[in-house]
Nanobody, 127 residues
Framework: QLQLVESGGGLVQAGASLRLSCAAS????????MGWFRQPPGKEREFVAA????????RYEYSVKGRFTISRDNAKNAVNLQMNSLKYEDTALYYC????????????????????WGQGTQVTVSS
C-alpha cells in the first residue's frame, strides 16, 4: 500500500511555472506507474500525465503536451510535474496517483485505472 502526499501548488499569474511534487511512502513505489490528474472547479477529475515504473514511457493529455513534464525518482520515492506556461484553464486541484498497471496501459487515462491517491494540491492561475 502506498501513501501519497502532494505539494507545490499555489497562486500564479498566467505564463508562470510551478513544480508539483508527490512524495510516496510505503512499499513498492518503483513497481507502480504514477500519474497526475486534476479536477477543475465544477468539473470531473481528468487525466493530466502518467509515467511508467521505469520512467521510460510518459503520456500527456493533449492540452498540456509541450508545457508539462512528468518525471520520477525511484530512489527518492518521488514523482514531479513541471508545469510551464500556465494558463487560466489549468486552474484545478491536482492529484498524484499510483497505478498497478506499471507499463503503458489504456487504463492510465481514467481515474479508475489508479489504485492510490493523494489528497491534492490546489493550483490557481490568474489571467
Amino acid at each position: 500500500q502506498l501513501q501519497l502526499v502532494e505539494s507545490g501548488g499555489g497562486l500564479v499569474q498566467a505564463g508562470a511555472s510551478l513544480r508539483l511534487s508527490c512524495a510516496a511512502s510505503g512499499r513498492g513505489f518503483s513497481t507502480y506507474a504514477m500519474g497526475w490528474f486534476r479536477q477543475p472547479p465544477g468539473k470531473e477529475r481528468e487525466f493530466v500525465a502518467a509515467i511508467s515504473w521505469s520512467g521510460d514511457v510518459t503520456r500527456y493529455e493533449y492540452s498540456v503536451k509541450g508545457r508539462f513534464t512528468i518525471s520520477r525518482d525511484n530512489a527518492k520515492n518521488a514523482v514531479n510535474l513541471q508545469m510551464n506556461s500556465l494558463k487560466y484553464e489549468d486552474t484545478a486541484l491536482y492529484y498524484c496517483a499510483a497505478s498497478r498497471e506499471a507499463e503503458e496501459s489504456s487504463s492510465w487515462y481514467s481515474f479508475v485505472g489508479f489504485d492510490y491517491w493523494g489528497q491534492g494540491t490546489q493550483v490557481t492561475v490568474s489571467s
